[in-house]
């Protein structure tokens, strides 16, 4: 039995892991920053929700890019990365 990609699940299989690493890289800047107020925590969030929402939507509705796709998501995932390295370095947290 063959299993394949169709329009839907590339899109879904795209989107998926960008909302993943845009959610991750939201909880990994309020972690660091230690960010308790909720208007300071949306202040964090909405940026990066926006920059996912508007991706997702190019993805689904203009060009499914996989090379644009894969940079957008590396980019995302070296910054969560750095963003946690930094913390665990200054707040001398044990990894």
Not at 73 to 79: L, N, S, Y
Request: net charge negative.
């Amino acid at each position: 039995m063959c299993s394949r990609d169709i329009d839907l699940t590339e899109k879904l299989d795209y989107s998926s892991a960008v909302a993943l690493l845009g959610y991750s890289l939201i909880l990994s800047l309020l972690r660091s920053f230690n960010v308790k107020d909720e208007a300071t925590r949306v202040m964090f969030a909405a940026p990066v929700l926006a920059f996912v929402t508007t991706h997702i939507l190019y993805l689904n509705f203009y060009e499914l890019d996989y090379g644009w796709n894969m940079k957008v998501c590396v980019v995302m995932a070296v910054v969560q990365l750095l963003t946690w390295a930094i913390w665990a370095g200054v707040t001398q947290h044990p990894i």
